[in-house]
């Protein structure tokens, strides 16, 4: 049998938590999800002003980073057609489900990848921000509790 | 009426084998997929730890080289915008289950195709090269049928 | 942080080979469609003669039993117009990948949902008593392990 | 290596005609589709006032009685909610592609199925009246050539 580990809901909270603050200050309403290792929605909060295809993408952001085990952004690169190592046409699989904007990454706990963050409504490189702070959060969390 | 050769359960099992053995070679547990020469799926494999994206895509691939008779990096390559001979949108086409990322490839015999095997979850080039064992696989054992 | 038990690969085959077993009984040649606890594929099979639509079938039945943590039968009989425990219309969601048809089972260690089998392509009482199969095979795994 | 019998363009057009002509009889423009064993569209018509729906329909139907090995009008009785056999929820699955209504038939040789029609515009009971003139096509090509 496999052990998983996978975030829970205290964590997914404190995660959001961390993007909305960023969003705030960025003055951008966002669109943030997160999921499990699976990709599977475990939390999502739509701030108010938030878009509505930003609900889809942000889950599509969040699924493609855990699955992938990478950014978006990075996919982004590789999907550009001819690069060398070439998943030009991954954004368009799995019923356009895969979502290479910038804006998801992949959560990790001792190196294994145990959900994802993906963030949507403002520019790539804003929702990237929030996301991240999302992440940070999460890590900020972890060592607290470690210590 | 048409005769149609066709894969069966025994040596997709075979193919199966080929490619895995080449995936703990490279230390990246993938998803493989065989289909017949409709593109219908006769078995999968997720490797322990091999990404759920590549679920459907490891199936998209085999589908997409079964039925269109090519490798699916040479796909991609006709697919890049511009290309003389040009597939661009193609990797849109079927609600998106057109694979073009490298890795999945046609499997014959004399001449005509009765498969196509996927693999997903590593680089395209890691992912094509297990899909090459699994077509070396198969080939190996009609040889050794034959002798 | 959730800790998760999942499937892997080794007793995937075990189940599947159960249910190849009791399907060559039967003399239906069936599909056969092991999933993880979050419904994701990990394997699959179409013993020669398995039809198409099973294919899809199979793999729904799995993910419905895992999701639902239920026999697809019993989702069935809670699906019917006007019962009690009224479900009618689940068999519609998720774009028709909830399947309500007899021969998915959820696979259990400890109590806790760890997997599921979905079998199609014979009558719903068959693809049950290979999905039956498929699952004693996996208890008599466990049990020689624990002995 | 399996040996498949599959439905050849020119059997098609046989059935395809069969079907014609016992529409023109009804006075209902029909949509008639004849598919392979794997369910893959082989010939396509619609007559000059065929419906617009049953375009897809006609599809779903011939693939359903390929893929089910059963008369569509067959599987709509099974899934009757709470029949004994129940097969409640097959017509919504595989993304509705799934048709139990009327008008679906396989086509048959030695046993085997290879091929289906489905016919679409009519009442149910119309339109496998015209699926069944295409299936009396056949055998009657089929008996001619044997002779």
């Known amino acids: 049998m496999l052990i998983i580990n ?3 809901q205290v964590e997914a909270k404190f995660i959001i938590e961390g993007a909305v603050i960023k969003a705030n200050k960025l003055g951008v309403p966002m669109c943030i999800s997160v999921v499990d290792e699976s990709g ?3 939390a999502f909060e739509r701030m ?3 878009k509505i295809h930003s609900i889809t993408l942000s ?3 969040a699924f493609t980073a855990a699955s992938s085990r990478k950014a978006t952004h990075e996919v982004n690169q590789a999907c550009i057609p001819g690069h060398e ?3 030009f046409g ?3 699989a799995l019923g356009g489900r895969m979502c290479i904007i910038g804006g998801g990454l992949p959560i990790s706990f001792e190196g294994k990848v145990i959900g994802g963050i993906g963030v949507s409504s403002g520019t790539p490189k804003q929702d990237l921000a929030c996301a ?3 992440v940070d959060s999460f890590n900020r969390m972890l060592s607290q509790a470690a210590s």
Chains 1, 2, 3, 4 share one sequence.
């Open 40 to 42: 599977s929605l475990i």
């Open 132 to 134: 991240q702070a999302g």
């Open 90 to 92: 991954i954004h368009t």
């Open 48 to 50: 108010d002003g938030g």
């Open 85 to 87: 190592n070439n998943l």
């Open 59 to 61: 889950q599509d952001k």
């Open 6 to 8: 996978r975030l829970n």
